[in-house]
Structure formats: C-alpha cells, structure tokens
C-alpha cells in the first residue's frame, strides 16, 4: 500500500491568512493527488484532483501543487467556512489511501 | 443534482453481517465507479472497495476476505456486505461517486451523508 502523511497536524489561522498544508507519498504517485475537506459531522468534499486541478464549485483560493511524492494544499486568504479538517488521498493505485488529516482552526 | 443516499443498521453485535445499501439519485449509474469509505469515530479515511455497473470489483485487501461490493443498476442501488464484524468495523460508513470512469480514478465527488455503524460486543 502506498502509505500518505500530513503536515503539520494541525495548525491555527486567522481569517485572511495563508495557509499551506503539506502531503507526502511513499513512493512516486505523479499528479494522482487528490484533496478534500471535512467538516464535522459532514462528508468530505474533493477540492483539487490531479494535483492541481479544482473541481467545479470550489473557489479559487484553494490551490495544489506538486508531484511525484511531495504535494501542497494552498488556502490564499482563509475564510470562516474554511476551518475545517484536510486530507489528502493518493489515486495512482489500489487501495486508494488517504492521509492523517490537517485539522485548521481559529488562532 | 447527484445524490448518494446510505441505508442499513446503526447497531450490530460482533460477529454478525453488515449490510448497507446506497441509493443513487439524479444520475445513471453508467460511466462511473461506485466506492464505499469508511471513517471510524475521530479517525481518518479508509477506502473499502468499489464496483462498476458491469459488476467488476476492486477491494481493499486488508478487508477482502469480509467484503462483497453488488450492484443492482435497475434501482440505481449498490450494496456493502461485510462478515463478521468486530468492534474495529465501528465506523461512518459513505458510499461515494468517482468523477470519471478512466483509470486509475479514485476521485470522489460525490458522497453520501454517511451512516453510523456500531458493532458490540
């Protein structure tokens, strides 16, 4: 299994701020990232697949990059709906797997 | 609008079998691949498995040997049957949609509210 880790853990934010969340593969996944968010209580939602593209209805201020085993999440200027729980989730094989998670709270 | 809705038991006792359906609403269920997630209480994400509407199967091996993933594509329903629970199956359960059919996929888009599953002992 392709094993995926988060960092940080956690991390707190104030509205407006930007916030980088990094992930990491075990072996080389190229663009087959995927992030989404969870609020408690909620399903998680997909924001960016293939590394970089954001899917439909998200906004902008959500970004990705990366590729090979090192990829980032990028929240530009952070909103009050986005404090919430991160993960990232590779998609190159099976069993799909997802990281830890990054919780984001209120500073 | 796409809608996943999951349905089956909220309590089991160990050792029983978990049966858990998913209605699929506001799209055929051609094209895509339909996936069940897991997410015990406080804890992360855990694929189970997926089906496509020709009836192939993928699942994760660490559950293999418990899980049967079926589709019924004339009630636009899918099922999870997994044997002999123990407390460590105790978790939300979603069923979820894959955004494309292409391989290897794995992008959700859509997925249902999730329903509890507690097993006792």
């Known amino acids: 299994d392709i094993q995926m880790t988060q960092s940080p853990s956690s991390l707190s934010a104030s509205v407006g701020d930007r916030v980088t969340i990094t992930c990491r593969a075990s072996q080389n996944i190229y663009r087959y990232l995927n992030w989404y968010q969870q609020k408690p209580g909620k399903a998680p939602n997909l924001l960016i697949f293939a590394a970089s593209s954001l899917q439909s209805g998200v906004p902008s201020r959500f970004s990705g990059s990366g590729s090979g085993t090192d990829f980032t999440l990028t929240i530009n200027s952070l909103q009050p709906e986005d404090f919430a729980t991160y993960y990232c989730q590779q998609s190159y094989s099976t069993p799909f797997t997802f990281g830890p998670g990054t919780k984001v709270d209120v500073k | 609008q796409v809608q996943l809705q999951e349905s089956g038991p909220g309590l089991l006792k160990s050792s029983e079998t978990l049966f858990l359906s998913c209605i699929v609403s506001?799209?055929?269920?051609?094209?895509?691949?339909w996936n069940w997630i897991r997410q015990p209480p406080g804890k992360g994400l855990e694929w189970i498995g997926y089906?496509?509407?020709?009836?192939?199967?993928n699942y994760n091996p660490s559950l293999e040997s418990r899980v049967t993933i079926s589709i019924d594509t004339s009630k636009n329903e899918f099922s999870l049957k997994l044997t002999s629970v123990t407390a460590a199956d105790t978790a939300m359960y979603y069923c979820?949609?894959?955004?494309?059919?292409?391989?290897?996929?794995?992008?959700?888009?859509?997925w249902g509210q999730g329903t509890l599953v507690t097993v006792s002992s």
């Open positions: 979820a949609r894959e955004r494309v059919a292409a391989r290897p996929g794995g992008q959700f888009d859509y």
């Open positions: 089906i496509y509407p020709t009836g192939a199967v």
């Open positions: 506001g799209d055929s269920m051609s094209g895509h691949y």
